[in-house]
């Protein structure tokens, strides 16, 4: 080797996304095998890097998961908020609610899935509750610019048993019912005659 031809030393390869690539891929794998079947081998070979990556950026492989559900939570928040852009009539919140049930709302199954993966892990987990909480007050806030708060505390959970019900049945409600129950559910309360008093 002539001089001024020396090799750079070898180093840590320059990565700067690897980070949140991992994160972004332990949400995939956890999509497609759950959390009782999520490794960091299968992390490490879809995110397309060193098992020794993954130990380098995380304490644990529950770090790793918990780090997982917290930017699956914000990017479905991120969805469910701009669902409800333009919506500005009663008519048009009740569609935009069903079509939230309806798996038309920019969300598939595998997004719902890992939501469901993480109610699931935070049964078990309380740590993983300040997750949950905090996207359940982010998807009620969401509802309360149309609704009263104990209005959207019932859709809220409406919409999360219906999606629940929809993936799990083998003869998932039909759109016309879903809406239905959506229309009752948002309806005024009746006037009593203490209202009047």
């Keep these: 080797m002539t001089a001024g031809t020396a090799r750079a030393p070898r180093g840590r390869r320059f990565d700067p996304g690897r980070k949140d690539r991992i994160v972004e891929a332990t949400v995939a794998v956890i999509a497609r095998h759950g959390v009782?079947?999520?490794?960091?081998?299968?992390?490490?070979?879809?995110?397309?890097?060193?098992?020794?990556?993954?130990?380098y950026h995380f304490a644990s492989l529950d770090d790793l998961r918990a780090q997982a559900f917290e930017h699956h939570a914000r990017a479905m928040s991120v969805v469910y908020a701009r669902h409800f852009d333009g919506v500005s009539t009663h008519e048009q919140l009740v569609d935009a609610v069903t079509d939230l049930v309806d798996h038309d709302a920019g969300a598939d199954t595998e997004e719902w899935?890992?939501?469901?993966?993480?109610?699931?892990?935070?049964?078990?987990?309380?740590?993983?509750?300040?997750?949950?909480?905090?996207?359940?007050?982010?998807?009620?806030?969401?509802?309360?610019?149309?609704?009263?708060?104990?209005?959207?505390?019932?859709?809220?959970?409406?919409?999360?048993?219906?999606?629940?019900?929809?993936?799990?049945?083998?003869?998932?409600?039909?759109?016309?019912?879903?809406?239905?129950?959506?229309?009752?559910?948002l309806s005024p309360a009746p006037q009593t005659s203490e209202d009047h008093a």
């Design 36 to 55: 009782a079947g999520t490794t960091h081998r299968l992390i490490a070979a879809e995110a397309d890097v060193p098992l020794g990556s993954l130990t």
């Design 113 to 185: 899935a890992v939501a469901y993966e993480l109610y699931l892990a935070a049964l078990r987990d309380p740590a993983l509750r300040r997750i949950t909480e905090a996207w359940m007050r982010t998807s009620r806030a969401v509802l309360e610019r149309y609704v009263d708060p104990s209005t959207a505390r019932g859709v809220d959970a409406l919409i999360e048993g219906y999606v629940l019900h929809a993936m799990l049945s083998t003869s998932p409600p039909s759109r016309s019912d879903i809406r239905a129950a959506v229309a009752r559910a």
